[in-house]
């Protein structure tokens, strides 16, 4: 299995950077996986809820740990979510075009999370499925 198939093979994931506008990429992403099936958990620590599933400040809050995490953040704000998802043991980070850190990338790699942060969209790949 590829890195990608690895991601999409997980049970459980969480969105940094999902939002309640329905235009943004956040939301975009958690729709998708959410109308793929999966079981995906947001995460935004300025909203209570997005598309009527409770959001969650940061992985720590979460109910479970999450196997793999979708990143739409600015970088800095990336660095700060790779290491919360180090220390909570997340498995797979696919870091969407434009969150892509090269710090955050290294430590995750370190910590032996599967990467992904080449340029790939989940949007684009959901969508072919």
């Given at each position: 299995?590829?890195?990608?198939?690895?991601?999409?093979a997980?049970n459980?994931?969480a969105?940094?950077?999902?939002?309640?506008?329905?235009?943004?990429?956040?939301?975009?992403?958690?729709r998708?996986l959410?109308?793929?099936?999966?079981?995906?958990?947001?995460?935004?620590?300025?909203?209570?809820?997005?598309?009527?599933?409770?959001?969650?400040?940061?992985i720590?809050?979460?109910?479970?740990?999450?196997?793999?995490?979708?990143?739409?953040?600015?970088?800095?704000?990336?660095?700060?979510?790779?290491?919360?998802a180090?220390?909570?043991?997340?498995?797979?980070?696919?870091?969407?075009p434009?969150?892509?850190?090269?710090?955050?990338?290294?430590?995750?790699?370190d910590?032996?999370?599967n990467?992904?942060?080449?340029?790939s969209?989940?949007l684009?790949?959901?969508?072919?499925?």
């Amino acid at each position: 299995m590829n890195h990608i198939e690895r991601f999409l093979a997980s049970n459980t994931y969480a969105v940094a950077g999902a939002s309640t506008r329905r235009e943004k990429y956040g939301n975009k992403v958690f729709r998708a996986l959410l109308a793929s099936g999966r079981e995906v958990f947001p995460l935004n620590p300025a909203q209570d809820e997005i598309e009527g599933h409770r959001a969650f400040a940061t992985i720590a809050d979460l109910p479970v740990v999450p196997d793999a995490l979708s990143i739409i953040t600015p970088p800095v704000v990336t660095r700060k979510v790779v290491a919360d998802a180090i220390t909570a043991g997340v498995k797979h980070i696919w870091m969407q075009p434009g969150a892509e850190d090269e710090q955050a990338s290294k430590a995750a790699r370190d910590a032996g999370i599967n990467v992904i942060d080449d340029g790939s969209c989940i949007l684009v790949l959901l969508a072919r499925m």
